[in-house]
């Protein structure tokens, strides 16, 4: 007796469920469409901004490893782009050798004045200036000076200083 009228109860409520699930499913079902399109456009809009993400990471990646690493030519192992010595092989970079513009044509890097003697400094960093109708070339910019700083206070003359 208890049994039947638990099993009853069960029934009852295994048909008052069904009943809300039905009226859901048919409630879903009447949007169905506009659920796919909007799960399709969510889904593109997530995937784009999951493609922007890796390639944003990639873009990172890349970065990172132009600037901060570089291929040994001797051995071909990634070491740091700052390494002078490769710590695989041993081989030997030049310094300063990556800075200079390498292949490319040297064009003028700045002009200017020192000392009332005009100059030109180069995209090597070498310098020429005519100085005293002479049309010299210097390594670097300091050098320049150097050689002009001595041409107006000559401080290497024999009897210059006592
Ligand atoms: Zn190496």
Known sequence: MGNK?????????????????GVLIAACL??????TLRIAEIRATTAAAQAAVASANAAARSFHQTSNT????????TIKAAAIVCR????EFQPQA????TGGPISILSTGEYHG????????????????????????????????DDRL???NIPGDRG
Do not use: M
């Open 117 to 148: 003697v005009s100059f030109t400094q180069y995209t090597d960093y070498s310098v020429t200036a005519t100085v005293g109708g002479e049309t010299k070339t210097w390594d670097g910019a300091l050098a320049f000076r150097q050689y002009i």
């Open 153 to 155: 206070n000559p401080r």
């Open 5 to 21: 009228g638990r099993s009853v109860g069960a029934g009852v409520a295994l048909g008052i469920l069904l009943g809300i699930f």
């Open 88 to 91: 695989y092989c041993g081989h």
């Open 30 to 35: 009447s949007d169905t469409k506009v659920d």
């Open 70 to 77: 570089k291929d040994c030519p001797r051995c071909a192992e």
């Open 98 to 101: 990556s800075k200079l513009p």
